[in-house]
């Protein structure tokens, strides 16, 4: 930590601004106490347009229809027929069998 009084703050302003941006902690102090912290600023992450995806998307018309969803539904509890030439998943060893 770097730390320096006022009049020498004034004078070293351009090394202690460095020291800053570089990610060291520097202080200047007046009469011996800690007055302020000098520390560089951080951009704020810039806001992604609205609407960017604008007819680059597309959704079929039955996307949320009970024909689908039960379709979803019955692939997460019964699997995928095609997908069962895969490799199954590990299953857990009981250890008392």
Known sequence: MKSANMHEAKSRLSQ?????????????CKAGKPLVRLVPVVEAPKRRPFG?????????????????????RRLFEEGDPLCEQASPLPRKVDPSS
């Open 52 to 72: 960017q995806w604008k007819g680059k998307l597309w959704m079929a018309d039955d996307w949320d229809s009970p024909e689908v969803n039960d379709e979803i």
């Open 16 to 28: 202690l601004v460095s020291a800053a941006v570089a990610g060291e902690e520097v202080v200047i």
